[in-house]
């Protein structure tokens, strides 16, 4: 008599066996922004946020010539803005990847919809993160003097390495899933066509023995394992450009951790949004379901719990000493004072009161808590920033920092570049991952399947190598 | 000839005179050292209507070819207003103040040019310009994040490049066989 476990796992492996339909719903759904012309819509959020992005260059354009005082900098507030997005975006696409490769490393099957999603947010964010370096430097050209001139003993030479690392882990993490699905895509686009050409050449002939499977599973998890310290060191050397400066409020041995659980936290976040822009707009809700949502929802709770504790722990221990604390009052009482009790109310209470609560348990609800996960969590990062730096180590008087239509139109139009490259990027990429949803199947998609029974699934379907292979 | 010289001279000396009574004492603007580090910053906008004055200095660093904002101050009775300020650079530099009035209108500028000459000392100079040592503990940390950094890029091209070279060749084997 076979047990309810077996039942269940016998039901779990006939539910992943090769099914015509399901592939056929996969790749019609996957390849949808593909093969489908955008439609009016597309074009008119395509054209609005070129807009915006042509506005910031402009600004950008604007501050080159009238100095960083345009953009509300001045000798006081000399880290500002910029510095925050350069430290939001690259937060968001930390959490991208780093959540794509914990659930690929952790066997979870449920993520196979979401991966692609997410690894392209992650390289689109990081690709923007980096770029925020220029504006932050008063004179960009000298930027090519950290790779000429680099002082080994300056935490920003390391940022640059561990940015440029990072990147580069993120493109190869973003491509190599791709490779399969690109195999399938060059079928099902024109034959002859350009688009097919290059998927052709992305797909390096792939054809999906057991031999390549097995090669690009080992590489996949080997480059899963090195992203993920990858990016806490990224985030660690990111908050080390803070923390190793003589500034209180910055000079803490708390930043590391407080730094890469806040680029987690809104990461998921943004995860979490973006699945529900293109679940929306490419109308995927067969495949991406509310519980996806509700399972990313945890994640972002249980991390938003995880930095409400350390940003007590950085506030407590150094108030409770008392020396160095004029950045904590006007944190917690100052000038500064409406932006972190909006982050305490609106990047900590309600998103997790969301997740709580059933009756929001579900896409719409872990949306607008991802929303304003994300939006707080960027303004967080302009309260640890401005107290501290217009803190005055020698006059007494406090310095300020205004933001000018410069700072504002330059940060929307990194905002909008998020969306407007994501739309580009998966007019020529699938929107899925194409060989991972029909590995796991309808149900491994949206259920967690054991790896066991995953393998078991994977014998069935994968047709025996020949000798030669084998060896 | 003479009353007519005379006639004139009078009137020369009445525009002259008239002009210096009407003329409102013209606004002025210091700067000077003042104790420790800072800089004592005093203008009088000439008249009593001002309200305000703003402060400005001229820094290559933030502002371009503008000038920066550096304070503010409330104008007495006699139109006096002075602020204290610690620079954080060094140099010529030229300084602004704008008197406002009631409305918040412009009533009076002036610039003078101060050569700030001392680097601000409140702050141990040892904690911002000190270099760490590269030449022992910190050349072998240097040497073993690079030799780490060179691992990881070698791992993730490695990477890349074993799937890029041996996908291909595993279809081709594969077709073969076929």
Not at chain 2, 159 to 168: A, W
Request: hydrophobic share 50%.
């Amino acid at each position: 008599m076979t047990s309810t476990l077996e039942k269940k796992e016998i039901e779990q492996i006939t539910a992943i066996a090769p099914d015509p339909s399901w592939e056929s719903e996969v790749r019609e759904a996957a390849m949808r922004s593909i093969v489908t012309k955008p439609g009016k819509n597309w074009w008119i959020a395509v054209s609005l946020l070129s807009l915006v992005v042509v506005a910031g260059l402009g600004a950008w354009i604007y501050q080159l010539k009238h100095g960083m005082n345009s953009a509300g900098y001045n000798d006081q507030a000399f880290w500002a803005v910029y510095i925050a997005d350069v430290v939001a975006f690259i937060g968001v696409s930390y959490g991208g990847a780093v959540v794509s490769a914990i659930l690929r490393l952790s066997g979870q099957s449920w993520r196979a919809p979401l991966t692609r999603l997410s690894e392209g947010m992650a390289l689109v964010t990081v690709l923007i993160g980096g770029a925020f370096i220029f504006p932050h430097l008063g004179r960009p050209e000298r930027f090519l003097n950290i790779v000429a001139y680099p002082n080994f003993s300056s935490p920003l030479v390391w940022d640059f390495i561990a940015i440029a690392t990072y990147t580069l882990a993120t493109a190869i993490f973003f491509y190599l899933p791709l490779i399969p699905d690109m195999a399938v895509a060059k079928n099902l686009v024109d034959k002859g066509g350009k688009r097919a050409r290059l998927f052709s050449i992305l797909s390096l002939n792939w054809m999906g023995t057991k031999k390549q499977r097995a090669l690009l599973h080992r590489v996949l998890t080997v480059i899963s394992l090195i992203i993920i310290p990858l990016a806490v060191s990224v985030h660690s050397v990111l908050s080390w450009a803070f923390a190793l400066t003589s500034r209180p409020g910055w000079m803490e041995s708390v930043f590391p951790p407080y730094f890469v659980v806040a680029a987690l936290y809104s990461g998921t976040a943004l995860v979490i949004v973006t699945i529900y822009a293109f679940r929306k707009g490419y109308k995927l809700e067969r495949f991406i379901t509310d519980r996806h949502f509700v399972r990313l929802g945890y994640m972002m709770a249980a991390l938003g719990l995880v930095y409400a504790y350390l940003t007590v722990a950085d506030m407590l221990t150094e108030g409770y000493t008392g020396i160095t604390t004029g950045w904590i009052q006007e944190t917690l009482t100052g000038k500064y004072a409406i932006p972190f009790w909006f982050y305490v109310i609106a990047g900590e209470i309600v998103p997790i009161a969301l997740v709580v609560m059933k009756k929001t348990r579900n896409a719409k609800g872990m949306t607008v808590a991802g929303v304003l996960v994300v939006i707080s969590l960027w303004i967080k990062r302009i309260v640890i920033i401005l107290p501290a730096a217009t803190q005055p180590l020698i006059s007494g008087q406090w310095g300020s920092y205004h933001f000018t239509w410069v700072s504002i139109t330059v940060t929307l139009a990194g905002v909008a570049a998020i969306p407007l490259l994501l739309m580009i990027l998966f007019r020529f990429i699938p929107l899925m991952s194409i060989d991972e949803m029909e590995e796991v199947g309808p149900l491994g998609s949206i259920e967690q399947i054991s790896k066991e029974t995953l393998k078991a699934a994977r014998e069935e379907s994968i047709p025996e190598p020949s000798k030669e292979e084998s060896k | 000839m003479k009353k007519l010289l005379a006639f004139l001279l009078i009137v020369a000396l009445s525009i002259f005179g008239s002009s210096l009574a009407l003329a409102a004492p013209a606004a002025s603007f210091s700067v000077t050292q003042g104790s420790g580090d800072s800089l004592n910053l005093s203008g009088s906008c000439g008249v009593g209507n001002c309200t305000s004055a703003t402060f400005y200095a001229k820094s290559n660093q933030f502002a371009g070819s503008n000038f920066m904002q550096i304070g503010q101050a409330q104008a007495n009775s006699n139109g006096n207003a002075q602020i204290s300020y610690t620079p954080t650079w060094t140099g010529n530099t030229p300084f602004k103040v704008d008197f406002l009035g009631t409305s918040g209108s412009l009533v009076a500028t002036q610039t003078f040019t101060f050569d700030v000459m001392k680097d601000p000392s409140g702050f141990p100079q040892s904690a911002i310009e000190f270099q760490r040592p590269l030449d022992s503990t910190g050349s072998i940390l240097v040497k073993a994040l690079l030799t780490i950094v060179a691992l990881v890029w070698i791992t993730l091209l490695g990477s890349f490049f074993l799937v890029v070279i041996r996908v291909p060749k595993l279809s081709k084997q594969a077709s073969e066989e076929k």
